[in-house]
């Protein structure tokens, strides 16, 4: 159900759609992915629990809330997560894919530009550290196959 007590269906199938809570949907997740850059450092972040079990360091993301705009998200993400409030975020890039769960993953990557390299972790997370983008750990210490690591580079070269 929605936050309005209104059932949402399948407009393909109507009779025979799920109804889904405000924050979640099985077919779909839409997520921040959030690269924090400080001079020639980036922010890495490692999480005490992943939904699909991966494991290793991530840029700092989460899943967007019901009708929030990824810029907000992002922002959130940022403050929740790290403690960061960024003097600057630039949405750099959308990704598109089907993920391990089968549901179509929409990724907004934002670059935020804080004016402190100060961080205050969340106890959701087992680490967070930064980096010199030189010095990243090797792509195998990434979850998802280093997908974060080949993100960071792309987004590091994209904003030069």
Known sequence: MSSNNTEIRDPIN??????????SCARHTLVSHVAVLHHNSALLVKYREMPDGQEGWFLP?????????PEEGAKRIL???????PSTLKLAQIESFVG?????HLIFDFLAFPLSMKITKAPSLLDAQWFE????????????HGWGHSALLKLT???L
Not at 63 to 69: G, I, Q, R, S, Y
Not at 79 to 85: A, L, P, S
Not at 100 to 104: D, F, K, L, P, T
């Open 14 to 23: 109507p009779t025979g759609g799920s109804a889904v809570t405000s924050d």
């Open 61 to 69: 993301n989460g899943d967007l809330k019901h009708a929030e705009h």
């Open 79 to 85: 403050r929740e997560q790290v403690g960061i409030e």
């Open 100 to 104: 391990n769960n089968n549901s179509w």
């Open 133 to 144: 983008i030189d010095k990243l750990p090797p792509a195998s210490e990434f979850a998802h």
């Open 157 to 159: 070269k994209a904003q």
